[in-house]
């Protein structure tokens, strides 16, 4: 039996290798793009979605012959890392992109990674795109880093004025994994709600991220009786969870996050308990978003099966970094002439409606342009959807 | 307070069952299975696809999920621990194969079923109010009469059926179990089973209330880990003490050192080893090496 | 063993500087650097797991001692600006000291007590370093500088890493230079009076505590070497990583230095060696597979498991004799 299985296994092995060493031939050029992230384990969706979209934007490239840069004309090719949420790992997946000749990454997602990522990617010249808030990576003296969203720091202030000036919030409570991102995440949003003149009424109840019941968790927090509850970084597995036991609690104020979320996610988890949660987004909802965002769903729905929209917001660093090395072919093989261009950069954003542009900013939040510029969408849950509350910028 | 005790009670009966199965199977064949928490993940899964994709009856997912992880259960047994028990010089070489099935279970899952959180529709809709002392929903309550219905289950078949006593008989001492005429083989395969299956109808039953996804099976597992610690390794009792304890610090912890949040979990970590390096053998533990 | 020792040091010395550095600059895969390094790092830690397993208590909690050991080098390095050189013998002295005050009473537990024990021990490791304020809580300890220059009456042993070139390869040196090390310290131990008293403890302690061996002693001494390797490792990470935060070692590292000493046998000195090679080198390899990578690397653990219950040197090929039970 064991001769067999290893039989089967070993015949599975080399067909799935067959299948990769497969890939169609083409007459362009390739341009490697790297993605590190997690793709495994316990945070598995934030990589996964990210990743997808990257791939998703790739095949569609390709498949409508190729993206022009300069006079030449490339095939995107994603070469994905699976970090395992592992800042050690992380650094061996940045090393493994300078191998490839590659200058330009997405990720990695957590604050740990991103961190300990940025020695080799100095070393090497590569411009890297995390999903991490940590000021200290895109201030100077770092400079290869690039937030590739809106930081909580940013979205929190707009999201707690617009709760108090049009719902009348004055109670804020907030709770939060005990793990560094949404730990950083919660003393950020605090700052942010007590310069604005709410009054915190709980802001140190926090959980593990494996918890199954957060009806203990949550008790001491509805107690305090807060207008609008704050899930500081909370993710997407948790957040339903979250959302129902506060509910059950008897808890009828105002719920929102910082983060991206899925609305099936939602509906599954906390069915109708989920109406009225506030999360930040991308452009797809209806209002906003353009035919080419429609297409992007279509497309990845059509490759993946399900479409997960957490990818709004992930949709649009791999658009940065084409758009950015167009306006500059010399960046291809040259990070610093990415750089220079970052500064004055400045394109159509596709996946908007409206007049909004592709441009780094930063200024204000880091002293240099290192932030893409997406629009600060806030979305609120309603019957498994997500509609648009408002939309926002950040300098 | 009642409130507190009422929390505490819902996640022991929970906690407990996850550990029962882990325990069931240490008690049998001094494994212990790093993969527990991912069969659960995997039981949670099967009632899913069942219900909210096939859309059968919730009952139905829950048997499934059982007789789905039973088998596989039994499989892992025979063609994987039995022959590396057989052949290796230390036990303790087993974690690492229970960690590769961890793995493994952990691949299969995320290419099956995805990598989103997944859920089930609400069983019974409501929430029981008593005078604001005591809020539950009923969605809730009935999973934890079904739980400790489940606990009570397995109590009575391991005491009075023939396989629950052989059972016994060979978690006490191996050797005389054999000599006496137990099927040692046949009962390691069929505790393992069952030792799986609970952990799968537990995914089926916390489905309902706190959904599934890939992430959970390591940490349930350490938890599980924790419990059987707490009351005793390899003692069906102990497992079942060791999960309501650990449900009642958790739920008073959270509200006594609420203020100071960031080290409730802490407290509870460092008493747990304050209160193992007194008591080494957990509550009821035999002391063995 | 028939090999002498100090010409297996030699051995051992000549492939991972000579060799392995050879083979790299031939097939210009220079991102394997750090993948050695990290595997060199990861098997001093894994080194002192395989001695607590020496005195037969199944560690789960180094990931505990390298947590500490990188907090403690990144805080002399960044507060005190001390030399990363000096806070590297530190580092595992600090862990050594705090293994001692904790393996006092948790040492008296055996088989799984103890192995559940050391596993919430990483756990307790994390959140203290979320909630002290010298470890700056969830934000992390960022911008370490690079290792600086150590020197001695004006002659420099070691170079600022800073101005190096590549001071890629010089971890990658730095690394193997103390795995090498470690090894031999190790090798030297278990083939000393303490080793064979180690073995009396692992086949009986009551038995060889009736002899009047000093259990207890013993018992923290071998936990308080394995934490300084630890400690060290972690040390030597954060360095390299240039920023710690509370998740940079976590309970899955610490299952998986303990799945290092199994792969590679529990009987055998290089065992967690290899197995730090196979199986964290296996995961980086398999990285052109995508979404397979963790499927076909499980399934490749279990048949090696099935193939080999007692790891991968006790291959008849290598296993010269050292047959124990």
């Given at each position: 039996m ?5 039989l ?8 799935s290798?067959?299948?990769?060493s ?11 793009i790297g ?5 495994s384990?316990?945070?598995a969706a934030?990589?996964i ?5 990257m791939?998703?934007r790739?095949?569609w490239?390709n ?6 840069i ?8 994603i070469?994905?890392?699976d970090?395992?949420?592992d800042?050690?790992?992380a650094i061996a997946?940045?090393?493994k992109m300078a191998?490839e000749?590659i200058?330009y990454?997405?990720?990695p997602?957590?604050?740990d990674?991103?961190?300990a990522?940025r020695?080799?990617?100095?070393q090497?010249?590569?411009?890297y795109f995390p999903?991490a808030?940590?000021k200290s990576l895109?201030e100077?003296?770092a400079s290869n880093?690039?937030l ?7 979205s ?5 004025k617009?709760m108090k000036?049009?719902k009348g ?11 560094s991102?949404p730990l950083?995440q ?6 942010a709600a007590k310069a ?13 991220v494996?918890t199954?019941?957060f009806t203990p968790?949550?008790l001491?927090?509805v107690r ?13 597995a948790n957040?339903p969870?979250?959302?129902?036991s506060?509910?059950?609690?008897g808890?009828?104020?105002?719920i929102?996050?910082e983060?991206?979320q899925?609305a099936?996610v939602?509906?599954e988890g906390?069915g109708?308990?989920a109406?009225g949660?506030?999360s930040?987004g991308g452009?797809s909802?209806p209002?906003?978003a ?5 297409e992007f769903?279509?497309r990845?729905?059509k490759?993946?099966g399900e479409?997960?929209?957490e990818?709004n917001t ?8 084409l758009e950015t090395l167009?306006a500059d ?10 750089k220079k261009i970052?500064d ?6 596709p996946?908007m409606?409206?007049?909004?542009v592709l441009k780094?900013?930063?200024m204000?939040?880091?002293?240099q342009?290192?932030q893409v510029?997406v629009?600060?969408v ?5 019957d498994g959807?997500f509609?648009?509350l ?6 | ?6 929390n505490?009670l819902y996640?022991?009966?929970?906690y ?6 882990l ?15 991912q ?5 949670g899964?099967v009632?899913y696809t069942v219900?909210?994709q096939?859309?059968?009856p919730f ?10 992880l039973?088998?596989?259960g039994a499989?892992?047994e025979?063609?994987l621990f039995?022959?590396?028990i057989?052949r290796?010089t230390?036990?303790e070489s087993?974690m690492l194969?229970a960690?590769?099935?961890a793995f493994f279970?952990?691949a ?6 995805g990598?989103k959180?997944?859920?089930?529709p ?5 929430v029981?109010?008593?005078?604001y002392?005591?809020?539950m ?16 289950i397995f109590?009575?078949y391991?005491q009075?059926?023939?396989?629950g006593?052989?059972m016994r008989a060979l978690a006490?001492d191996?050797?005389a179990a054999e000599?006496m005429?137990v ?8 505790g393992f089973?069952?030792?799986a299956?609970?952990?799968?109808i537990v ?9 599934i ?5 390591g940490?349930a597992?350490?938890?599980?880990f ?5 009351g ?6 102990g497992a079942?003490?060791g999960g309501?304890?650990l449900?009642?610090?958790?739920s008073?912890?959270?509200l006594?050192f609420a203020?100071?949040g960031?080290?409730t ?6 008493s747990?080893i304050?209160?193992l390096?007194?008591?080494?053998h ?6 063995w090496? | 063993m028939?090999i002498?020792k100090?010409?297996l040091?030699?051995v051992l010395l ?8 050879w083979l790299?600059?031939?097939s210009?895969r220079?991102d394997?650097?750090?993948t050695l390094t990290s ?6 830690a894994?080194a002192g ?5 020496y005195i037969?208590r199944?560690?789960i909690g180094q ?11 990144a805080?002399?390095?960044?507060k005190?600006?001390m030399n990363?050189?000096?806070t590297?013998?530190l580092?595992?002295?600090?862990c050594?000291l705090i293994s001692i005050?904790?393996?006092?009473p948790?040492?008296r537990l055996r088989?799984?007590?103890f192995?559940m024990v050391t596993?919430?021990l990483?756990e307790?490791?994390?959140?203290t370093?979320l909630?002290l ?6 934000k992390?300890?960022?911008?370490i500088?690079?290792?600086t220059?150590?020197s001695?009456f ?7 890493f ?9 971890f990658?040196?730095a690394?193997v230079?103390?795995?090498?090390l470690?090894y ?6 278990v ?7 180690c073995r ?12 009047g061996?000093?259990t207890?002693y013993?018992r923290?001494?071998?936990y ?12 030597s990470?954060?360095s390299?990583s240039?920023s710690v935060?509370p ?7 610490s299952v998986?230095f303990?799945?290092n ?8 000195v290089?065992?967690?060696m290899l197995?730090t090679l196979v ?5 980086d390899?398999?990285?052109t597979l995508?979404k397979?990578q963790?499927?076909?690397y499980?399934?490749?653990?279990i048949l090696?498991m099935v193939?080999?219950p007692n ?7 290598f296993?010269?004799?050292a047959k124990?039970k």
């Amino acid at each position: 039996m064991n001769k067999r299985l290893f039989l089967k296994t070993a015949i599975a092995g080399i067909l799935s290798v067959g299948l990769f060493s497969g890939v169609a031939l083409a007459a362009n050029e390739t341009l490697k793009i790297g993605f590190v992230g997690v793709t495994s384990g316990p945070a598995a969706a934030w990589g996964i979605s990210n990743q997808r979209s990257m791939e998703t934007r790739a095949a569609w490239i390709n498949e409508t012959g190729g993206y022009k840069i300069g006079d030449k004309t490339y095939d995107i090719e994603i070469v994905a890392f699976d970090d395992q949420k592992d800042p050690k790992r992380a650094i061996a997946g940045m090393e493994k992109m300078a191998q490839e000749g590659i200058h330009y990454v997405v990720g990695p997602n957590v604050d740990d990674g991103a961190a300990a990522v940025r020695p080799v990617a100095e070393q090497n010249g590569i411009m890297y795109f995390p999903y991490a808030f940590p000021k200290s990576l895109y201030e100077a003296p770092a400079s290869n880093a690039v937030l590739g969203m809106v930081a909580n720091y940013q979205s929190g202030p707009a999201i707690y004025k617009y709760m108090k000036d049009e719902k009348g919030v004055k109670k804020v409570a907030f709770v939060a994994a005990n793990e560094s991102d949404p730990l950083s995440q919660r003393t950020g949003g605090v700052a942010a709600a007590k310069a604005l003149g709410l009054e915190v009424v709980s802001d140190s109840v926090t959980y593990q991220v494996d918890t199954t019941d957060f009806t203990p968790v949550l008790l001491p927090v509805v107690r305090s009786k807060p207008d609008l509850l704050v899930l500081s970084g909370v993710s997407p597995a948790n957040a339903p969870q979250l959302i129902r036991s506060a509910r059950e609690l008897g808890y009828t104020g105002l719920i929102s996050t910082e983060t991206a979320q899925d609305a099936l996610v939602l509906k599954e988890g906390a069915g109708d308990l989920a109406n009225g949660f506030i999360s930040v987004g991308g452009a797809s909802t209806p209002e906003i978003a353009t035919d080419m965002m429609r297409e992007f769903v279509e497309r990845y729905t059509k490759m993946f099966g399900e479409y997960n929209d957490e990818s709004n917001t992930k949709v649009y660093a791999l658009e940065y970094i084409l758009e950015t090395l167009k306006a500059d072919p010399a960046g291809i093989t040259d990070a610093a002439a990415f750089k220079k261009i970052m500064d004055t950069f400045e394109a159509p954003n596709p996946y908007m409606k409206g007049d909004a542009v592709l441009k780094y900013v930063g200024m204000s939040s880091f002293g240099q342009k290192r932030q893409v510029a997406v629009p600060l969408v806030v979305n609120v849950y309603k019957d498994g959807a997500f509609e648009t509350l408002f939309v926002a910028e950040v300098d | 307070m009642e409130q507190v005790l009422a929390n505490g009670l819902y996640l022991g009966a929970q906690y407990a069952l996850i550990a029962l199965g882990l325990t069931l199977i240490f008690s049998l064949m001094n494994v212990l299975n790093f993969a527990h928490g991912q069969m659960y993940v995997f039981g949670g899964f099967v009632t899913y696809t069942v219900v909210a994709q096939l859309g059968l009856p919730f009952i139905v997912g829950l048997i499934l999920s059982g007789i789905v992880l039973g088998v596989m259960g039994a499989l892992i047994e025979k063609y994987l621990f039995r022959p590396v028990i057989a052949r290796s010089t230390r036990e303790e070489s087993t974690m690492l194969l229970a960690a590769g099935i961890a793995f493994f279970l952990d691949a299969v899952i995320l290419l099956l079923f995805g990598e989103k959180q997944r859920g089930i529709p609400k069983i019974i809709d409501g929430v029981l109010n008593w005078d604001y002392r005591i809020i539950m929903p009923y969605d809730r309550i009935l999973i934890g009469v079904l739980a400790i219905a489940a606990i009570c289950i397995f109590i009575m078949y391991m005491q009075y059926s023939k396989t629950g006593r052989a059972m016994r008989a060979l978690a006490q001492d191996r050797v005389a179990a054999e000599l006496m005429g137990v099927d040692v083989k046949y009962y390691s395969m069929i505790g393992f089973a069952l030792g799986a299956m609970l952990a799968g109808i537990v995914g089926g039953l916390l489905v309902s209330i706190t959904g599934i996804n890939l992430g959970m099976g390591g940490p349930a597992s350490i938890k599980a880990f924790m419990m059987i610690m707490i009351g005793g390794a390899g003692i069906i009792s102990g497992a079942i003490a060791g999960g309501f304890i650990l449900g009642m610090m958790e739920s008073v912890g959270l509200l006594v050192f609420a203020a100071y949040g960031d080290i409730t979990y802490l407290m509870i970590f460092v008493s747990l080893i304050i209160f193992l390096a007194i008591r080494p053998h957990g509550l009821m533990g035999k002391p063995w090496g | 063993m028939n090999i002498k020792k100090p010409l297996l040091v030699i051995v051992l010395l000549l492939v991972v500087l000579v060799l392995v550095p050879w083979l790299i600059h031939v097939s210009g895969r220079w991102d394997f650097y750090y993948t050695l390094t990290s595997v060199a790092l990861l098997s001093i830690a894994s080194a002192g797991v395989w001695l607590t397993f020496y005195i037969g208590r199944i560690n789960i909690g180094q990931g505990a001692y390298t947590l500490i050991g990188g907090y403690a080098s990144a805080i002399l390095v960044t507060k005190l600006g001390m030399n990363f050189w000096l806070t590297l013998p530190l580092a595992g002295l600090i862990c050594a000291l705090i293994s001692i005050v904790i393996g006092l009473p948790i040492l008296r537990l055996r088989g799984v007590y103890f192995a559940m024990v050391t596993l919430v021990l990483t756990e307790v490791a994390r959140l203290t370093a979320l909630a002290l304020p010298i470890t700056n809580g969830a934000k992390g300890i960022v911008n370490i500088p690079m290792p600086t220059e150590l020197s001695f009456f004006g002659i420099t042993i070691i170079p600022d890493f800073g101005t190096l070139e590549n001071p890629k390869l010089a971890f990658y040196i730095a690394s193997v230079i103390m795995m090498v090390l470690c090894y031999a310290a190790l090798y030297r131990i278990v083939n000393s009076r303490l080793g064979h008293l180690c073995r009396s403890l692992q086949q009986n302690e009551e038995l060889s505590a009736s002899i009047g061996v000093n259990t207890a002693y013993l018992r923290v001494l071998a936990y308080s070497i394995s934490s300084f390797m630890g400690g060290i490792a972690g040390a030597s990470f954060v360095s390299i990583s240039q920023s710690v935060y509370p998740s940079s070692f976590q309970v899955v590292d610490s299952v998986n230095f303990m799945l290092n000493c199994f792969l590679g046998g529990l009987g055998f000195v290089l065992g967690p060696m290899l197995g730090t090679l196979v199986l964290y080198f296996g995961w980086d390899l398999l990285f052109t597979l995508g979404k397979y990578q963790l499927l076909i690397y499980s399934s490749m653990l279990i048949l090696l498991m099935v193939w080999l219950p007692n790891g991968l040197l006790s291959l008849k090929l290598f296993n010269r004799g050292a047959k124990k039970k």
